[in-house]
């Protein structure tokens, strides 16, 4: 059985059919990468996945159970955004427990997750740190920090490298997939950039106008497109 498992999900915003019924299943640890161009529905369906969206029809399971109708603080669920808003006026250690301390986690007990947090990703330096006085790559790790802290079942990534440059990109790349590895979580990622794709994934799916277009391993996708689409949007050899 998939983790997470999509069945003919469907989005509409008043008449506009935004999600034209998704299917995609996802083993446990699996990290499937989702592309498309900009427009096609990619966040519509991260959105969905989380809760933050409530979707016009189908059903999502995560490890057999249908959460359509739980709240997205039930779906044991972490997002990593595009825009990471980090909270000003709090250190970097404050940020990264806010979620904890919401939930209702004792301080030793959030201290202890943070400073594991903080030694994955490497910025025990920074804890003290107010995010303006962070550079954009570690800003963004912050933000991973906050989402990995909640130790979730399933990881959505909404173009999360997308603000930084080239190197840090590649950095950060290399940093997620060592997570990934270390973790053993269940990922969705968005990324526009095929080589993020092709390193990071163990599935590509391809989405165009809220219809997936093939969904299959990174070598599939690129070796044996499903259409003209695909191959385009990969750049395959022709
Ligand atoms: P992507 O992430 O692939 O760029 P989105 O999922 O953000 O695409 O958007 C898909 C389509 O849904 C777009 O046409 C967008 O304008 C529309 N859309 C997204 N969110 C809303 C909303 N809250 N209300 C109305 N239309 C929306
Ligand atoms: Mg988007």
Redesign the pocket.
């Known amino acids: 059985m998939a983790f997470l498992e999509i069945h003919n999900l469907r989005k509409s915003?008043g008449d506009?059919d935004?999600l034209k019924g998704i299917n995609i299943a996802i083993e446990e640890g699996g990290f499937l990468v989702l592309v498309?161009p900009?427009?096609?529905?990619?966040?519509?369906l991260l959105n969905s996945i989380a809760g933050l969206e409530t979707v016009s029809a189908g059903e999502i399971r995560i490890a057999g159970r249908p959460v359509n109708d739980l709240h997205p603080s039930e779906r044991d669920i972490a997002m990593v955004f595009q825009s990471y808003a980090l909270y000003p006026n709090m250190n970097v250690a404050e940020n990264i427990a806010f979620g904890l301390e919401m939930r209702g986690v004792a301080k030793a007990e959030r201290d202890a997750a943070v400073a594991k947090v903080a030694d994955m990703l490497q910025i025990e330096p920074l804890l003290k740190r107010r995010p303006g006085q962070l550079s954009g790559g570690q800003r963004q790790r912050v933000a991973m920090g906050r989402a990995l802290v909640r130790d979730p079942q399933v990881f959505l990534f909404d173009e999360p490298l997308s603000n930084l440059d080239a190197k840090l990109r590649v950095d950060m790349r290399t940093e997620i997939k060592k997570l990934h590895q270390a973790l053993a979580t269940t990922i969705v990622y968005v990324t526009h950039d095929q080589i993020e794709a092709m390193t990071l994934a163990t599935q590509i799916a391809v989405l165009k106008d809220g219809i997936l277009q093939q969904v299959g391993s990174p070598e599939e996708v690129y070796s044996n497109p499903a259409n003209v689409f695909v191959a385009d949007f990969m750049g395959s050899p022709t």
């Open positions: 915003f506009v935004v498309g900009s427009g096609c529905g990619k966040s519509t």
